[in-house]
């Protein structure tokens, strides 16, 4: 008994924490707050520098106009925004269906071993490196071909299918036993309570991994050098050499010239403004969608 | 009457059965059901064919190449596409080394703002922090490249690298012009693009580690620092270092952001403010302009080898990752 009435006192009250042990503590939170500060301020400085001196350099000319020739100021992107719209038309008409039905095909039927290697494999192409991705777009399509738009959205598709497969999967999963019981219960066949139960209860999910998937490959410069290769006239045409906004901020960019480093911060601001609206509309959508909110 | 019984039995029958029939045939025609299941099987296959596609594709496409020099290819430092000399061990080294920097200046970095949103930080700042870090990801790496050109390589030339030559100088790894261009603006600015990988990996670890395990070693009389070190960090180890592999993973393939500010040059040297060269970087520049099969084919294995570190890079973390979260409900606070 005395032992239990001794035992609260014998904890030591909260000022003879050593001073020691205190200071590390209030040192650490210091630390913590400073790696915040040191990894918001890169942001920061991006996003500043873009508006800074992209928006500046943001006019009609630029949004309607091919670029000039080199030497020559003015000029714009008009083309190489349409080139990309065109290239992830394509990687979209191709990366979306594939993409969403390895997904069902993981959450309806992939409980198996070819399941989990489907699995594994999605993963893994998650991590290959673009500029892989374009070699191998290059030796399928362009090697005797040559340089399209085509090979370009196929390179892009390939890096889509891998995240939207993966979330179409997680979502899918969400969606609750009973439902698709229920839908058996009816007489629903498989394939119809799949398409009309399970995917439409999980669609916000769903969208929100061909988003991210969108978002992810919208930026992507490395595929697209020897793919879509670039251009600097107009071309939608699906087997010709095509202009996309992010190599031609790279040819900009590497280029000596001032107006163009000018029109390069203009073309990231575009780039960047596309993404950016895509990845908080998701969110939006998220977070008001009646699905998909883990 | 026993006639007319049975009569009026196959009489009820029939009507029952007139009725299920359509449903039965639906139930078990499988014909749709099969068409659906193998339609989906086949975008099953195809992200499986995809991969295959990328090995075989690499591997047909490197074997001038391999033939040509077998192992010396990566030993050899020599490359040259006019007398058809090529050894990758420059890109190699730029590689790695570069990776390397990023990873020292990202891990403790981006362990601490996962530390501090998980564990430190007020409820409401966690969301909108966690969407800061995470729009770092959402940046092109040409974007990060174009702000290193014209950003962070003036900095470095004028007030980063004479500070380190003055200071650290003697370690030799700071000698030479301060260009800015070189190894380590590369190394920056990757460490910039890995941070919001292993941030919100550890950041998804550290919410796994169990409550208790804090509460109990809070009531031991431990403070808050204590806490999360033996607490947190301890039980989220393995799947921290799966994050950071992540991180290496990312950093051994990028490609544009470094080939702009690395100074794309095949020497190997000591100095981080020296020019290098990547392996993806070589790739970049040199892929659609090269002319001969055996110049082609040296730079399909330098993919080759890109592809295969990369590929184990990844199932390694992805095994480290695992083995802390299984089982596990991801819980995002997004």
Known sequence: MPELAGNPSAQPPVSQISWRRRFTDHFMTGVAVLTVVLVLAPLVAIFGYLVYRGLGSINWAFLTQTPKPVGEPGGGMANAIAGSVLILGIASLIGVPFGVGAGIYLAEFGRNRFGSAVRFTADVLNGVPSIVIGIVAWAILVRGRGFSALAGGVALAIMMVPTICRTTEEMLLLVPRALREAAYGLGVPRWRTTLSVTLRTATSGVITGVMLAFARVAGETAPLLFTALGNTFWNLRYDQPTAALPLQIYVYANSPYDDWHRQAWAGSFVLILLIVSSVAAVRYAVRRGTFGTA | MPGPQPVEGTKVTAVSGE??????????????????????????????????????????????????????????????????????????????????????????????????????????????????????????????????????????????????????????????????????????????????????????????????????????????????????????????????????????????????????????????????YTMASVLANEFSEATGDVYLSALVEIGLALFLVTIVVNALAQLLVWSVTRGQPARGHA
């Not at chain 2, 919100?200 to 208790?212: A, D, G, Y």
């Open chain 2, 19 to 276: 009725r299920s029939s359509p449903l039965l045939r639906a139930s078990t025609s499988e014909v749709p059901d099969r068409l659906f299941k193998s339609a989906m099987t086949v975008c099953g296959f195809a992200v499986l064919g995809v991969l295959v596609l990328i090995v075989y594709e690499l591997i047909s496409g490197s074997g001038l190449s391999w033939h040509a020099f077998g192992f010396k290819f990566f030993a050899g430092s020599d490359w040259n596409p006019v007398s058809e000399q090529f050894g990758a061990l420059p890109f190699i080294y730029g590689t790695l080394v570069s990776s390397f920097l990023a990873l020292i200046i990202a891990i403790p970095l981006a362990v601490g703002v996962a530390v501090f949103t998980t564990e430190m930080c007020p409820g409401r700042l966690r969301g909108p922090l966690s969407f800061f870090v995470e729009l770092l990801a959402a940046i092109p790496s040409v974007i990060y490249g174009l702000w290193a050109m014209f950003v962070l390589v003036p900095l470095l030339s004028g007030y980063v690298q004479p500070f380190l030559a003055k200071t650290m100088g003697w370690t030799g790894l700071f000698e030479g012009p301060p260009y800015g261009i070189g190894m380590l603006a590369a190394g920056i600015i990757l460490a910039i693009m890995i941070i919001p990988i292993i941030s919100s990996i550890t950041r998804e670890v550290l919410m796994v580690v169990p409550q208790h395990q804090r509460e109990g070693v809070l009531a031991l009389g431990a403070t808050r620092w204590e806490m999360i070190r033996v607490g947190v960090l301890r039980n989220a180890r393995a799947g921290i270092v799966g994050g950071i592999i992540l991180g290496l993973g990312r950093a051994l393939g990028e490609t544009m952001a470094v080939t702009m500010v690395i100074g794309n040059r095949p020497e190997i040297a000591k100095s981080l403010f020296a020019p290098g």
